[in-house]
């Protein structure tokens, strides 16, 4: 067990609908990460949170937003979804901002089902 | 252009040998991070172990050890004494200086035969 829980373990929707994932990193750790693997791309960063600001940004759609509230729990915010936005969304905690030094620690992910 | 390679899309090896994963990557950095993460069936990710680009000495987490050759810009995973409950999904990762964002390669599926 990594310390970093999300929240649902699985969703199905509709195309066109709106979900939120929800993340709480280890007791400790300030930054939140948020990654989709999917079958075709893999495992790919979109998003990094350090203590309550937007810290980096990878291949993040403009439909997908994420927040880090001041209890440090994070939500990625996935709308208008489609077929292709299938995939597994994890969400990893590190201690550290940008330190190369610091390994992220992931969540068991959501497994999300666009029907 | 991939950051991180890994060659071997799956591995097979036998009980209680010892088996190892490629990794190459592609940085102009000086300062990185190689981290290899296991992903079993069930699909979470699992941290193994981390070779900092300034470490000298090879990374060893119990019978993980990573054989880092920096000018060859090859950190390989290699497990000993493999056991059943090491099939799975590996991935080796790479963050560069201060950059955020953590760069995963596409994996190799290793398969232990009893």
């Known amino acids: 067990d990594s310390g970093v829980t999300q929240t649902p373990k699985h969703l199905i929707t509709a195309t066109g609908q709106r979900v939120t994932l929800r993340c709480s990193p280890r007791?400790?750790?300030?930054?939140v990460y948020w990654y989709q693997q999917s079958l075709d791309q893999g495992l790919q960063f979109l998003i990094q949170?350090?203590?309550?600001?937007?810290?980096a940004k990878g291949n993040i759609l403009e439909r997908f937003s994420a927040q880090q509230f001041p209890d440090l729990h994070s939500e990625l915010n996935l709308s208008s979804l489609e077929l292709g936005d299938s995939a597994l969304y994890f969400c990893?905690?590190?201690?550290?901002?940008?330190?190369?030094?610091?390994?992220?620690?992931f969540g068991p992910g959501t497994r999300l089902t666009v029907t | 252009a991939q950051k991180i390679t890994q060659t071997q899309p799956g591995m097979f090896v036998q009980e209680k040998e010892a088996v190892t994963l490629d990794c190459t990557y592609d940085?102009?950095?000086?300062?990185?991070?190689l981290f290899w993460y296991k992903q079993p069936s069930s699909g979470e990710m699992i941290f193994l172990i981390y070779?900092?680009?300034?470490?000298?000495q090879n990374a060893t987490e119990g019978r993980y050890s990573l054989n880092f050759q920096k000018a060859r810009k090859s950190a390989n995973l290699v497990i000993s004494a493999s056991q059943l409950g090491d099939s799975a999904m590996y991935f080796c990762?790479?963050?560069?200086?201060?950059?955020?964002?953590?760069?995963f390669g596409a994996g190799t599926r290793l398969t232990v035969k009893p």
């Open positions: 990893a905690s590190s201690v550290f901002a940008g330190d190369s030094m610091g390994e992220q620690y």
């Open positions: 007791s400790g750790d300030l930054s």
């Open positions: 949170y350090y203590n309550g600001e937007e810290r």
């Open positions: 940085t102009s950095d000086q300062s990185y991070g």
């Open positions: 070779q900092g680009s300034y470490d000298e």
């Open positions: 990762a790479m963050r560069e200086g201060w950059n955020n964002d953590m760069r």
